[in-house]
């Protein structure tokens, strides 16, 4: 594939990602009445719909912060596993969307791996 449309591919996926969690993070931190009532199913309670909201939305950011974009995608996959899992065992079935977000985060964080390894070579330094 030519690396001007994975450039531009990754810019796309980077954007969609950005828009949907930002929204999303959005309406956990303004207390959309869906988001209260998932939560409530959920029945952590809701001081984890506004940290919820807090990643998604920060995560968003660091899509676009230079040097970063890997913890962005990183963050975004993980909070994603947990969507899902709480569709499968709490929520019921709707989980396609957090699986292809979940997805479109990990394309990121694979494009973006070379970042994490400075975040291991800094513990290998601190070990010695």
Known sequence: MND????????????????AFFAAGSAK???VDMMVATYDTIGV??????????IEISSAVLLF???KQ???AALL????IGAVLAHLFLLGPGSFPAIFLG???????FAYRSQLSGLRQRRVRQAQ
């Open 77 to 80: 996959v993980c909070t994603m």
């Open 45 to 54: 309670g809701q001081w984890f719909r506004y940290l919820t909201g807090i």
């Open 29 to 31: 931190l303004a207390g």
């Open 65 to 67: 912060a230079p040097g």
């Open 4 to 19: 001007k449309i994975k450039h531009y591919g990754l810019i796309l996926i980077r954007v969609i990602l950005a828009f």
């Open 70 to 72: 890997a913890y962005g």
């Open 103 to 109: 997805a479109l985060s990990g394309v990121v964080l």
